[in-house]
């Protein structure tokens, strides 16, 4: 008798248990899903959500604690925060877009070329690669942005820089992993060119753990892109912008903690539904 078998006989319950343990990852999943969406729409259409200025304030409501009228509160010249963190979606998920297609783009295809290519040419650009890996991701992102300017576009095309090297490594384990797999090989020896045999077998079998990557940077160039906007490198006030937002409310966490504590929120709700749906992708690709 199995395990399992003896668990459902000495334990009635065990069953209902199981039920419940499969239904919590489901719920967690539609729960990130659901962040992600109302993200995105706030990014596409923040009108719809938020149709004030976010730009404009009135300065005698000024330091307005959460309400019914200002579901956020209000900052120092009057400003609604929820319209502020609305609008600012565009900004902050705009970036992390621009960063994590960078990244996955510029790594998968050094990744494959090097996987798909062993000898020089793979020693080269890993050895190109390890020169990424042994910089601070915040420093190199910091040196492009003083090379390029201010600003959320080049903030994000810094922080796609520093993914590269993690997108390269990826996809190269992957492609080499299946480069020797047995359906590779009768494709070969069947006849196929190695392009051909690249993208109808090897890039196929290869792209899920890179697709869960790229889930997971893109919660991660949330973070960066806020982190380098807190810092004063990305966009510029008073353009909203989830980072620059926690930077503005620095000044008051004592007297108005929703300046910090609410924008946070937002940013780790979206950092962690990335996450979240990453794992979920990546389990799904090794069952």
Do not use: C, K
């Not at 492609?175 to 359906?183: A, E, I, L, P, Y």
């Not at 993208?199 to 893109?218: D, G, K």
Request: charged fraction near 10%; hydrophobic fraction near 50%.
């Amino acid at each position: 008798m199995t395990g399992t078998a003896t668990a459902l006989l000495t334990d009635p319950a065990a069953p209902g248990r199981a039920g419940r343990g499969r239904r919590r990852p489901a719920l967690g999943i539609l729960f990130s899903l659901l962040v992600l969406a109302i993200a995105i729409a706030w990014a596409l259409v923040p009108w719809l959500f938020a149709p004030g200025d976010p730009t404009a304030g009135i300065g005698m409501q000024a330091l307005q604690p959460p309400s019914p009228e200002h579901w956020f509160g209000t900052d120092a010249t009057g400003r609604d925060l929820y319209t502020r963190v609305v609008h600012g979606a565009s900004q902050s998920l705009l970036g992390a877009v621009i960063a994590v297609g960078v990244g996955f783009v510029a790594g998968t295809a050094v990744g494959v070329v090097a996987g798909s290519r062993p000898g020089p040419v793979d020693d080269v650009l890993m050895r190109g690669v390890d020169v990424l890996l042994a910089i601070p991701g915040l420093l190199l992102s910091l040196s492009i942005i003083i090379l390029l300017g201010f600003g959320t576009a080049n903030a994000a095309l810094a922080v796609g820089v520093t993914s590269i090297a993690a997108f390269a490594r990826l996809a190269r384990s992957q492609v080499v992993s299946v480069r020797v797999s047995d359906f590779v090989e009768a494709a070969y020896g069947s006849g196929g060119t190695f392009w051909t045999v690249l993208w109808r077998h090897i890039l196929p079998n290869s792209l899920t753990a890179v697709l869960a990557l790229a889930a997971l940077q893109f919660g991660s160039a949330v973070l960066q892109i806020a982190t380098l906007g807190f810092l004063g490198y990305g966009a510029p006030p008073p353009t909203p912008e989830w980072g620059l937002l926690v930077a503005e409310g620095r000044n008051y966490i004592a007297t108005a903690w929703w300046l910090t504590t609410l924008p946070g929120i937002v940013i780790a709700l979206v950092v962690l539904s990335a996450n979240r749906l990453s794992g979920a992708i990546r389990r799904g690709g090794s069952s």
